[in-house]
């Protein structure tokens, strides 16, 4: 064959730069888009952050397009409703503010303080201790070796292996050591086992206190029993009534099996709503929260500049102009969708925000991209770590769907509402006689709802409820 030439013709999606910053901006959280600006912030001189205390009011008009959303197909474009949501443009791209974020003057902040971990507070005691500095080393030793809960679970026979031989540290020596650790002011920490945690806990508490002993007998010899709840048996073997088990119970129930977490630092997570829903004359309504948007506008000094010149070497910052614009641009379309999506929210769930979980109707992707003439995708990336702050407290966006489960009246009952009534009536049975998982079916099904026992099961574990035999007391 000869080689020849030959024209076709097709058809390829592409993605413009812009357009795919719109998508990324999109599903990014609150957090991230603010990292996000400071990062170009600090790239493009043409970007400033707004920094005065005067109010700011969204003026002007921008040279560049708004980027294209996605429709129910990926090749449509979607123009965003102007109803109900501010007007934007790329001179001021800001919000009221009582004070500026960089305002040195504002105040200042509390710094937490720093707390021991376990172990520098077992160190600190250690060294307070009257004991020679071989003892010292020797449970120093054994505080490195304890795990995340306190516990020591490595024996003490391949402890003894790391201990140089010229020490001359014997068996005996390392047991003597682990009952002077045991002894250090925090009860439980160096034990072996969750028997022994509880049991060293059970005797650092006075002997004159009511159900002590009888507490050290169920967790040295009938742990097994307590954990079943067989207060039967127990009641048996320990020949006493109920009035005494259920004082020993007490007990034991308020020790630490993990003494070690007392000490675990665990930074607070903060979320900052994007959204904040108020019920304004009797209507739920969405509006954004101010805090969330970042302050951006064009710098007009470089922009001046770069108007006055038109030679070749302002062709960079003119590139960085329209990055700054498309940035703006793509910000002020993603702050609409997620008004947009949290009113629809607003409007589909307001029996929620009336009555609480109980009354959450099922709600899926679907139903928000239909009415909204948006695809499914840019509603989940809407609904992906955005957070609305309601009366009823913060909540992600995901939070309000849901699938449903049918009724005998033709309905449908979400699975949010289904888990607040199964949470409802485990927190109102009767300890002593609990609900099963299989009259907790039938109870909803005499109020219409119609769920399997295993669906029941499914729930009531999703929301760390024990099983019957579980939640079973005296």
Known sequence: ????????????????????????????????????????????????????????????????????????????????????VPEWGEANFSHSSNASPDDEDDGYQEVASERPNLREHLLWQLNMCLLDERDKKIISLLIDALDENAYLSQPLEEIIEIFPAELDITLDDLETALVQLQHLDAPGIGARDLRECLTLQLHAIPEDVPGRDMALSIVSEHLDLLAARDFSKLKRVLRCDDDALRTAQALIVHLQPKPGMAFEHRAADYV????????????????????AMPRLRINQVYANILQQRGDASAQGMATQLQEARWFIKNLQQRFETILRVAQAIAQRQRQFFEHGDIAMRPLVLREIAEQLELHESTISRVTTQKFMLTPRGIYEFKYFFGSGLATDAGGACSSTAIRALIKQMVSEEDTRQPLSDSRMSEILAQQGIIVARRTVAKYRESMNILPVNLRKSL
């Open 1 to 84: 064959m000869k080689p020849a030439l030959q024209l076709r013709q097709s058809q390829q999606l592409l993605l413009t730069p812009q357009l795919q910053q719109a998508i990324k901006l999109l599903q990014l959280s609150t957090l991230e888009i603010n990292q996000e600006a400071s990062r170009l912030l600090d790239e493009n001189p043409l970007l400033e952050r707004i920094d005065d205390n005067a109010n700011q009011t969204y003026s002007g008009s921008s040279d560049a397009e708004a980027p294209a959303q996605e429709r129910k197909e990926p090749t449509e474009t979607e123009t965003t409703s102007r109803d109900d």
């Open 272 to 291: 900052v709503p994007d959204v904040l829903i108020e019920k304004v004359g009797g209507i739920w309504k969405a509006r954004l929260n101010p805090e």
